[in-house]
């Protein structure tokens, strides 16, 4: 297909942050999860990846934010483009080059929106036509949030029942628009670690070693159809409790792994506490928290409560700045 030619195109893809959390696959070679998750597709920010194919590069070229990766990072995106590579039958190498127009340390998922963009970029560039469908189930195999971020509004990552994982692809359940008084307060934390283990790695070890993780899977099909439903009624009430349940229980499989992970710093633990003490003292749910496998807190509310909360959380020691975020658009190709 790309035979003496060159090809290339630029993607766009947001972050997105999981209501309902992805931590475990079951088929780890066709990157299948144990259980279904949810998301919301993040605005303001995107990672913005160009791919160009050429006959004449000895190796693959990648380039993040303006410097050449090594390591981990480069095969990450080498063995991605190999896959592609097959797709497309061809054995052109490439050069990548990836920006994303929020800091990396700043907590929101690099990867998800990292792998979203490379596979619309490298797909597109060797004229490789992909449904949204096809394209998820692409972007799952550099990293399983990633599936999310083709996506816009409020995204379901199904995980199926098929052993070959056709089943297996995210979908968008309601788009950006669906619930414009919905806001994510994200709070970013001073000193955060850098991340120990991967992911993928992490949630392995979580697999085969917490003595929770049997009980999270019993509770997690029940826990999505309540999230999905107060997604669609707008209903904040019931929203807000199912994001602490869920995040609480995410955190609970985390600490009882050997050896426990434990992403919070002590700033984070107090936010979670002053999350809960804003309900109390309002007598109704405000806002509710969670956080990925990272200290950096994300707390939803509605437009009306957001600067009070915002405020509020902004007080604690150790927060260093504060962003407020809210449904937006998925990935999409640059003209
Ligand atoms: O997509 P990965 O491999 O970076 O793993 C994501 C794991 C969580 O962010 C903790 C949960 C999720 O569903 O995004």
């Not at 790309?2 to 090809?7: F, V, W």
Request: glycine share 8%; net charge positive.
């Amino acid at each position: 297909m790309t035979r003496g030619g060159r090809r290339e195109a630029t993607y766009e893809a947001p972050p997105n942050i999981a209501l309902v959390k992805y931590w475990g696959l079951r088929d780890r070679a066709l990157a299948i999860p144990f259980n279904s998750s949810i998301s919301v597709t993040l605005d303001r920010f995107r990672s913005r990846t160009t791919v160009r194919f050429a006959s004449e590069l000895a190796h693959d070229l990648v380039e993040l934010n303006g410097a050449p990766a090594t390591g981990g990072p480069r095969e990450s995106v080498v063995r991605f483009l190999d896959r592609v590579r097959e797709l497309a039958g061809t054995t052109d190498r490439a050069e990548v080059r990836s920006e994303n127009n929020f800091p990396t340390a700043s907590g929101l998922a690099s990867s998800a929106s990292g792998f979203a963009a490379l596979a619309g970029a490298s797909t597109a560039a060797l004229g490789l036509r992909m449904s949204g469908r096809k394209l998820s189930q692409l972007a799952r195999f550099g990293s399983g949030s990633a599936s999310r971020s083709v996506f816009g509004g409020f995204v379901e990552w199904q995980a199926g029942h098929r052993p070959d994982g056709r089943d297996c692809f995210a979908r968008p359940l309601f788009g950006p628009d669906h619930w414009p008084a919905l806001v994510d307060v994200v709070l970013i934390v001073a000193g955060a670690p850098v991340k120990a283990v991967r992911s993928e790695d992490a949630m392995q070890s979580t697999v085969a070693t917490s003595p929770n993780y049997a009980r999270r899977l019993v509770e997690l099909p029940g826990r999505i159809r309540r999230v999905r439903a107060a997604i669609r009624d707008q209903a904040a009430v019931r929203l807000f409790p199912l994001l602490m349940e869920e995040c609480d229980s995410f955190r609970e499989v985390c600490e009882t792994t050997q050896p426990s992970l434990d992403y919070l710093t002590t700033t984070s633990r107090a936010l979670l506490g002053e999350v809960r003490a804003i309900n109390r003292e309002a007598g109704r749910p405000v806002a509710g928290y969670t956080h990925d496998a990272g200290a950096h807190l994300h707390v939803f509310t509605l437009e009306r409560d957001a600067a009070t909360v915002r405020r509020r959380l902004a007080k604690t020691p150790g927060v260093e700045r504060t962003l407020l975020l809210h449904a937006g658009p998925g990935a999409h190709l640059v003209e």
